[in-house]
């Protein structure tokens, strides 16, 4: 007899995206989604976590879930997975409403922030665990297991216990032991939270290069914005339990639809404004407290004299002691009053002559052991009128 859990296993995994999509389907009208929420709602109490969010997510997408804390992502997960029942609303997978199953029926599996391998285990016996389980012969056990520590790059360390691994080592066991069991989903709640800046950056591209290779969809929750813009195909920046853009990494930051998404996805320069002028396309703002007048593209709609807020991102601004070319670019002025050199580049606040601190992001090109420009130096900041970004909400 074939159990619900067998059936979500073997259904719909037929379906042919058009070569014109293949790495963007959900801009395909005929692709499906491969796991569609709808009107999901968790409450606690008086407390909504999560507020009738709705999300269409494709298969073979690596998605990123990306917010503070407590707006809400980990209890969406937790859903997903089964582990948390919705107060309200759907969740289909593979054209399958999963949304009543407990997560033992569901075809997903969980990565856990904390990895929770088991410390009296060698790696191969946390991996095989999930196999055994489930009465696997031990022929199959062992052929599964060896192709998934050459996968994850463990198979020298299949004898060692997880006190002789190191963080990022142990992140691979969990890893490996999530995906043995051949999830059509993985979700990773924080995966790569507990590695150090340099382990973190490398470990991003092999978990990149896995999920490529064996082609399950993964659904990753973090609050890291650059770990979000390095994993993602796409982006849903979440905020008090909704999402408040959905989008492509370049998409969500360079078009950001709001205040709130320009603030937390990466830095930005905010500048009050007021709309001076409105025409085909073009609209053009004064800065308030300034004589800088910046003409830029937008396509909504704003009546002369409406406030608004001009963002720029500070590694669009260029810094100089000469006044540069004034043809298609924004110009100011100002003093160095901090600055800070990390090497590939240098971060500078510089306060403009109305008292406003603007941020700037500089690529160090040349090689030198003295920096370009020094505390108290007097300079012109400009950028291309089209990297402005238009904001009212």
């Known amino acids: ?183 059509k989903v993985l979700l990773l709640d924080e995966p790569l939270a507990a590695l150090d800046k340099k382990l973190r950056e490398q470990t991003q591209f092999e978990l990149m290069n896995i999920q490529d290779k064996l082609g399950i969809t993964f659904v990753v929750v973090t609050h890291d914005q650059e770990e979000a813009m390095t994993l993602a195909s796409r982006i849903a920046v979440m905020d008090a339990g909704d999402f408040v853009q959905i989008g492509t990494p370049s998409e969500v930051y360079e078009f950001p639809r709001n205040h709130f998404v320009a603030s937390f996805f990466g830095s930005i320069n905010l500048f009050d404004a007021t709309v001076t002028s409105v025409d085909a396309g073009e609209l053009c703002v004064l800065l308030d407290d300034s004589d800088t007048e910046i003409c830029t593209r937008y396509e909504g709609e704003l009546a002369v004299g409406s406030a608004c807020k001009i963002g720029v991102r500070p590694e669009k601004l260029l810094i100089s002691t000469e006044r540069p070319a004034e043809q298609g670019n924004t110009i100011t002025r100002g003093v160095v009053e901090d600055l800070a050199y990390k090497g590939n580049r240098s971060i500078y606040r510089v306060r403009a002559q109305n008292g406003r601190i603007i941020m700037v992001s500089a690529q160090n090109k040349q090689r030198s052991a003295h920096l370009p420009l020094e505390w108290d130096d007097e300079v012109y900041l400009s950028w291309p009128s089209d990297c402005s970004v238009v904001l009212t909400a």
């Not at 395909?28 to 709808?38: A, G, L, M, T, V």
Request: aromatic share 8%.
């Open 1 to 183: 007899m074939t159990t619900p859990g067998n059936t979500l296993n073997t259904l719909n995994t037929t379906d042919t995206p058009n070569p014109e999509f293949i790495n963007t389907p959900w801009r395909d009208p005929q692709q499906r989604p491969f796991i569609e929420i709808e009107g999901l709602s968790k409450r606690f109490g008086d407390f909504i976590a999560v507020d009738a969010v709705n999300l269409k997510i494709y298969r073979r997408e690596l998605f990123t879930i990306l917010g503070g804390s407590g707006c809400g992502k980990t209890t969406l997960l937790r859903m997903l997975a089964g582990f948390e029942k919705p107060s309200a609303g759907r969740i289909r997978i593979d054209g399958v409403d999963v949304t009543d199953l407990p997560p033992y029926l569901r075809p997903v599996n969980m990565m856990f922030q904390s990895y929770a391998v088991f410390p009296h285990m060698t790696v191969y016996q946390n991996i095989a665990y999930g196999l055994k389980k489930e009465k696997l012969p031990r022929a199959e056990i062992k052929e599964r297991v060896g192709r998934m520590l050459e996968l994850v790059q463990l198979t020298a360390l299949s004898k060692r216990k997880p006190n002789q691994l190191s963080g990022g080592q142990r992140q691979r066991v969990a890893l490996a032991r999530a995906l043995i069991k051949q999830p």
